[in-house]
């Protein structure tokens, strides 16, 4: 919700983004700006097939404080909206599970573990300050890395 465009360096090899900034929802309604997750901000690696997707997004002229994805509340998403389009993605994507949007980043950090990235990697991703907070992930891929036994026998 925060998201601007200078906080996107989509030529850069390899591309990434600088995650610096979150937004709050008060009580009141209102919107806050605070620390990113982990309480720093962090770069983290685009995946490439991305780039053409948020480029395709992308104002032929964006100004650089301009939010990538903005919204009618003070020019930010409506987090209510983000729910709904979640939601719906999930929906038309026939999906039974309950999908939220905090679940996307249960879902990127259960990936990574399924694909072999180094838990200390998927930390500092998602900006967690602590390594156990990341290995709550992993109870969704208890088979993670499974695949990797074989490599022990063939390197002796």
Do not use: N
Request: aromatic letters at 6%; glycine letters at 6%.
């Amino acid at each position: 919700m925060a998201l601007r465009w200078d906080d996107l360096h989509l030529h850069a090899d390899p591309p990434t983004i600088r995650i610096q900034r979150a937004i709050c929802i008060q009580p009141d309604g209102t919107l806050h700006t605070k620390e990113p997750k982990g309480g720093r901000p962090r770069t983290v690696p685009l995946a490439r097939d991305l780039i053409a997707a948020l480029l395709a997004h992308r104002p032929l002229r964006p100004k650089t404080s301009a939010l990538v994805f903005p919204g009618p509340i003070h020019g930010h998403l409506d987090h209510q909206r983000f729910w709904r389009v979640t939601t719906r993605a999930a929906r038309d994507a026939g999906l039974e599970k309950h999908v939220h949007p905090h679940l996307l980043r249960h879902t990127f950090a259960s990936q990574c573990y399924r694909r072999g990235v180094p838990p200390q990697i998927v930390q500092m991703w998602l900006g967690h300050a602590q390594l156990s907070t990341t290995e709550r992930y992993a109870h969704l891929a208890p088979l993670a890395g499974a695949e990797l036994i074989d490599r022990l026998a063939s390197s002796a």
